[in-house]
């Protein structure tokens, strides 16, 4: 006897389970609609009962403070973190903040890597007040440019400045999360993506067993680089992917994007929405292959696009990512692909409720 397509999602024991009681009525050649009640009924309590097994992320609503620290120097991107903003970032219903810090800008080059202290104290600044507002916060390590470039020559600096950080904040809550490197791409394959990953989880495993790790992977963080990957078996790592398809619609007028992608490109068909739909599908396939947690770490669209598609667009991928148990992490506060204006003081409506309506 086939198998129903529709026990093909659910665990070995359920299916069995289903399949024996199929045989049953079967041969007892009860109703069709005794059949159809009792195929529902095992059904849905399996379903319920993987649903129970699936790993949830402790991440579920999530802002990027992007444009501050990830600039060479706070400020120099037209963004400085206000901890007023954190208090709005509270009040708005978001969980969680991602902090990316070009850590790479501020340590040293030879011997011990050293992290410069006022890059730490500033660090340390935002990272206690938001977590003193019940907000978790996403450290990251973002554009570090030349370990993409010739990895050979700084894995071991990239390493070092984890062993910084890992020491720093040992004593931090676990609402702290670690995220080891932002969109790995260019000469950081996936395998070396991993690679490097499972040293630097193996490392911090050493004083911190139990605290959150983010893992992103290769091709800029993409699906492509998600599906690529082998992330190591470990139940408090946390799988990351970021989502800005199509490219030609999300990144509109970027112009730090070479060619900048004209303005005008609209977003909304059914095609479009099918096309999203299908990435998720796989994205979660391999959340549930690995069984560990899977973040959409970013998503957006730039200030440029028509506002109508901009808000279809992130509403569309939010209840996505809900929709498949992802945590997510929108780009950005108040950078480019904002949602807040700080000239005008005031959430960008159309997107705010994008992301947070009903």
């Not at 529709?6 to 041969?27: A, E, G």
């Not at 702290?176 to 499972?198: S, Y």
């Not at 977003?267 to 069984?291: E, Q, S, V």
Request: a negative charge.
């Amino acid at each position: 006897m086939q198998k129903p397509l529709l026990i093909d999602r659910i665990s070995t024991s359920c299916q069995m389970h289903f399949m024996n009681n199929v045989q049953h009525v079967m041969k007892r050649s009860v109703s069709a609609l005794a059949f159809l009640v009792l195929a529902s009924s095992v059904l849905a309590a399996c379903s319920e009962t993987a649903s129970l097994r699936r790993p949830s992320s402790p991440v579920q609503r999530c802002i990027n403070m992007g444009g501050a620290l990830e600039a060479p120097n706070e400020g120099e991107w037209g963004y400085t973190i206000r901890m007023e903003d954190i208090d709005r970032i509270k009040a708005a219903g978001f969980d969680t903040i991602r902090l990316p810090v070009q850590w790479s800008a501020h340590a040293g080059t030879w011997g011990g890597y050293q992290i410069e202290d006022h890059l730490l104290d500033r660090t340390d600044e935002v990272i206690n007040y938001a977590l003193s507002q019940d907000l978790k916060v996403i450290l990251d390590v973002h554009h570090y440019y030349d370990l993409n470039m010739e990895p050979a020559k700084h894995e071991r600096r990239l390493e070092s400045i984890w062993k910084q950080l890992a020491s720093h904040y040992e004593s931090y809550p676990d609402t702290l999360i670690f995220e080891v490197l932002n969109e790995p791409n260019t000469n950081m394959t996936a395998k070396r993506t991993d690679a490097l990953n499972k040293r630097i989880v193996r490392q911090i495993r050493q004083s911190q067993p139990h605290r959150w790790i983010i893992l992103a992977t290769a091709e800029w963080g993409s699906l492509t680089g998600l599906l690529e990957s082998a992330p190591p078996a470990d139940s408090r790592v946390i799988l990351s992917w970021h989502y800005y398809d199509p490219f030609s619609f999300t990144h509109q007028g970027a112009d730090f994007f070479k060619p900048t992608p004209p303005v005008g490109t609209h977003w909304g068909t059914k095609a479009d929405m099918d096309r999203a739909k299908a990435d998720f599908d796989r994205a979660a396939a391999f959340r549930d292959l690995h069984h560990q947690p899977l973040l959409l770490g970013e998503f957006g669209v730039y200030d440029a696009a028509p506002m109508e598609d901009r808000a279809r667009w992130t509403r569309a991928v939010r209840e996505l990512a809900e929709s498949n148990e992802f945590g997510w992490c929108h780009w950005s506060f108040s950078s480019n692909f904002r949602v807040y204006d700080p000239e005008k003081e005031a959430w960008i409506e159309p997107i705010r409720a994008a992301l947070l309506g009903d």
